[in-house]
């Protein structure tokens, strides 16, 4: 087995995160002034919430607790995503070096 690349995952979990906090402070504001818009970054939160929002449909962003709560929620699931996709592009490495 081969070790895991910390940095590779730190910076895929950084990468998700900003752009996740992002994109709900888009949707809270453009909620907030009615836009048209909402459709779309609802969808798009939608998305970055699938991990663990199977477990409940509210998580991690809309469950109604503390702050802190709310945050162990978000950041579990980015560390979700973010070895995900370590794993996916890991895999995606190898095969393509076998096709050689």
């Avoid at 950084?14 to 818009?37: E, F, P, R, W, Y």
């Avoid at 970055?48 to 978000?74: A, D, G, M, T």
Wanted: no cysteine; aromatic share 10%; hydrophobic share 55%.
């Amino acid at each position: 087995m081969r070790k895991l690349k910390l940095k590779s995952i730190i910076t895929i979990f950084a990468i998700l995160l900003v752009v996740q906090l992002l994109m709900v402070i888009a949707d809270v504001t453009l909620t907030k002034n009615g836009s048209g818009l909402v459709s779309i970054t609802d969808s798009i939160v939608e998305l970055f919430s699938l991990p663990i929002s199977l477990i409940n449909k509210n998580l991690p962003f809309y469950v109604r607790e503390s702050l802190p709560i709310k945050v162990l929620y978000w950041i579990m699931n980015v560390f979700i995503q973010a070895s995900v996709i370590y794993i996916g592009w890991r895999v995606f490495k190898r095969v393509k070096k076998k096709l050689k």
